[in-house]
C-alpha cells in the first residue's frame, strides 16, 4: 500500500490528519504505527484551534523523523531539517494556497459555529482528505530526492 493509499484510509478511519500522515511513514522510519498514531492524536484540525494544518504537522514529524537533529553540536541535521521544514511548507502553500487550516477550511473552527458550518458542509469530508494526500506525496517528494 502507498503512502497516500495509507493516510488516506487511516483519516478515513476517523484518525486525525496528522496521525494519518505520520503514521503513514512512521514503520520505515522507525516509528511503530501505532506510538505515531499516538504521538499524532493532538495535532489534528491545527491543533484544534484551526491553525497549521494537521496534516502539514504530521508530514513535518515524519520529515523530522527522517532529518532531525538528535545528537548534540549536530549542525548538518540541524540545517538539512530546518531546510526540508521550509521547503514543505512553502510547497504545501503553493499547492493548497495556505498551510493555515481555518484558511483552507474558510472559516474559524476555534467557535462552535465554525465547526458546526465545517459540518454542514462536509469540510472535514471533503476538504480535509485532499490535505491529507497533499501532505503525502509532498513528504514522499521530499524524502525520495534526498
Known sequence: ????????????????????????????LGLDEKEALKIGGCFGS????????????????????????????????????DDVCVRFLEEFEAKNGSYICNDLLGCDIRTKEGVEYTRENNLFTEVCPKMVESATLIVEELINEK
Open 46 to 81: 491545527g491543533m484544534r484551534k484551526g491553525e497549521v494544518c494537521g496534516a502539514c504537522t504530521g508530514a513535518l514529524m515524519a520529515l523530522g523523523l527522517k532529518y532531525g537533529q538528535s545528537e548534540v553540536g549536530d549542525v548538518d541535521s540541524k540545517l538539512r531539517s
Open 1 to 28: 500500500m502507498s503512502h497516500v493509499e495509507r493516510s488516506v484510509e487511516l483519516f478515513g478511519l476517523k484518525f486525525n490528519c496528522a496521525q494519518a500522515v505520520f503514521a503513514s511513514f512512521s514503520e520505515e
